[in-house]
Structure formats: C-alpha cells, structure tokens
C-alpha cells in the first residue's frame, strides 16, 4: 500500500510542474539534476554503510527510491528555487523547514509503517547533511546563472 502510495505523490507533485512558469523550469532544471545526483549518492552511500534499514526487496525498493528522487524532491527543489532563489535568507529557511518536516515527521511515519529505520544516522544528521547540500545547490546555480560574469570580475577568462 506504501508502495503505491510513493508512486501516486511522484504522479502528483509533477502534475504541479504545469503551474510553474517555463523560464522557470528551464532555469532551474540544471540544479535539480544536481540535487537528484546528490540524493541518490546519498541513497547510495547510506545503503551501503546501513545509515538504515529497508523493508522490501531491492528491486521494489529501488523503484521507491526512484519515485522520491524523480517526484517530490525533484519537484520540490524546482519549486524551492523558483520561490526563494536570489533571496538567500529565504532560500536557507525554506529549506530548514522542508528538512525538518522531513526528518522529524514523515521519515517517523515511514518508521512506524516499517517502511525503513534510522540505524546510524539520525534525524539531526538528515538535517545537517541536506542543509550541506542546499548550500552547495545554492553556489551551483548561482555559479550556472552568471558564469562569465563572476570570473571576469576576478580578472579570470573563461
């Protein structure tokens, strides 16, 4: 039931993609393959060393995985940006909040479903680690926006 569950917040959180503007998305698209590069990396790594521990097999569970990846934080991380880039301080607490409802209310209701279970890693280090990569997205785009510009201010050709 999860499972389906997962897959039908992927189908509706892209359906919310028709709302955004499209110089928006196209501006933006860059960096959310970047936030999904990071994610599954992180997927990746925390499987690897038990950060926690899935029910399922492997295969249903990559495909949950993916769903998330592809879906709501893809999706999110679009939105994110078109409401706050530029705006660091809102940029960063938007972030805090989405990290917060995150770690300390869904990934519990995923433990009490039995769906996975912090092992290693703890909700404090889901915050830490993604505010990281905000910050990192942050400098990504803003690097991607004006390229030129930031290194012809430097006396850098490039």
């Known amino acids: 039931m999860l499972n ?3 897959r039908m917040v992927c189908i509706l959180s892209w359906s919310t993609v028709y709302l955004l503007p499209k110089k928006s998305l196209k501006r933006f698209f860059p960096v959310t393959v970047v936030a999904g590069l990071f994610t599954v990396l992180n997927v990746l790594i925390g499987t690897h060393y038990h950060f926690w ?3 399922g097999i492997s295969k249903k569970r990559m495909w949950n995985h993916l ?3 592809l879906g709501p934080f893809a999706v ?3 939105w994110i940006f078109h409401f706050s880039y530029g705006r660091f301080g ?6 805090l909040l989405n990290n917060l409802l ?6 519990p209701l995923l433990e009490k479903a039995n769906y996975l279970r912090y092992v290693k890693f703890t909700g404090f280090h889901h915050i830490i680690l993604t505010m990281f990569e905000s910050l990192l997205l942050y400098g990504y785009q803003k690097l991607f926006d004006k ?5 012809m201010k430097r006396g850098l050709k490039f």
Do not use: H, K, Q, R
Request: proline share 3%; charged share 5%; aromatic share 10%.
């Open 67 to 69: 769903a998330l990846v």
């Open 76 to 78: 999110g991380n679009i």
């Open 4 to 6: 389906i569950l997962i």
């Open 90 to 95: 809102l940029y960063i607490l938007i972030n």
């Open 53 to 55: 521990d899935e029910t």
């Open 147 to 151: 390229p030129s510009a930031m290194f």
């Open 102 to 107: 995150y770690a300390l209310g869904i990934i």
